[in-house]
């Protein structure tokens, strides 16, 4: 059946419409990063750049490391965009822009998110990297879509529940596993390991107090001392449970690294920021 034109929005030159990019222009391996400044930063490290756009937020360069071509593509901020983002980069690859309709045999694809994160326990030090084993969605963009249940995981949404005294009336906690095979490739005695809240904003809803009062002020205090099972979470941010769940859903991989500029417990900062985010660069493609 085919998709109509206003499900699937394309350019005038036959691109996709927020990325503005066609199916030759990407890469299978694409590193998510958030700022579109930190696009260059990453493809500086590339032996050729074949290609490069950007629209709005979304800027994309696309060439070679080591000879193993890459995609680098920013998200902006927050699972909105993330919605935007992977819908649009699965597209390319998995639907026929000509007929519009899924083509039947699907390419997967692997996303490594290069993201900045602030840690919520006080023995992760700042300009540590972390990488999450599973996203926590406070969001409530995945649930959109009817197939969530099959990747979430209920045991410690549960468990969430109760030691956070979540109340009924807010959005589903959703956690959503990462790829483990990536996880593999990217693991080092360099590299934390936990669970990753994405908040849907930057201030309150990561329990931040400027001149607003907070809802539950001690939310974040609580998520800090949630343990099941040795599960415990580590750190806050904004995108990861969205590249997960959206990978899954879609049937592709997804690890998210986070560059530890924060830590909340302590209420201290990184007086290195690019310094580290440039460390956790170099660690990824060296990986990849």
């Not at 590193?31 to 950007?54: K, Y």
């Not at 998210?256 to 500029?261: F, H, K, V």
């Not at 909340?264 to 990986?287: C, D, V």
Request: proline share 4%; charged share 20%.
């Amino acid at each position: 059946m085919s998709i109509s034109a206003s499900e699937l929005i394309l350019n005038p030159d036959g691109s996709i419409y927020h990325l503005n990019l066609k199916p030759q222009d990407i890469a299978d391996t694409i590193i998510l990063v958030g700022d579109p400044d930190r696009v260059a930063l990453v493809s500086q490290h590339f032996d050729t750049v074949r290609f490069s756009t950007q629209k709005r937020e979304f800027k994309t360069h696309t060439g070679t490391y080591k000879h193993t071509p890459i995609t680098v593509i920013s998200t902006g901020i927050g699972t909105d965009n993330i919605d935007i983002v992977l819908n649009e980069l699965d597209a390319l690859v998995n639907i026929d822009f000509k007929h519009k309709t899924v083509k039947k045999i699907l390419k997967q694809l692997q996303f490594i998110r290069i993201g900045t994160s602030g840690a919520l326990q006080k023995d992760i030090p700042l300009d540590a990297f972390l990488i999450s084993t599973y996203g926590i969605a406070l969001s409530g963009m995945l649930e959109s879509y009817t197939t969530v249940d099959a990747i979430a995981n209920t045991a410690l949404e549960k468990a969430f529940v109760a030691h956070t005294k979540w109340p009924s009336h807010r959005t589903r906690p959703l956690f959503i596993e990462g790829d483990s095979t990536l996880i593999s490739k990217f693991e080092s005695s360099k590299a934390y390991k936990g669970l990753t809240v994405t908040a849907n904003g930057f201030y309150g809803p990561q329990g931040r107090r400027l001149r607003l009062p907070l809802q539950d002020p001690e939310l974040s205090a609580a998520m800090a001392t949630f343990n099941h099972e040795g599960h415990s979470i580590t750190n806050l941010e904004m995108e990861t449970s969205g590249i997960y769940g959206l990978a899954k859903l879609l049937g592709h991989k997804a690890v998210s690294l986070n560059a530890i500029l924060a830590n909340r417990a302590h209420g201290t900062f990184s007086k290195h920021p690019k310094q580290t985010i440039e460390r956790l660069i170099t660690y990824t493609l060296e990986r990849i």
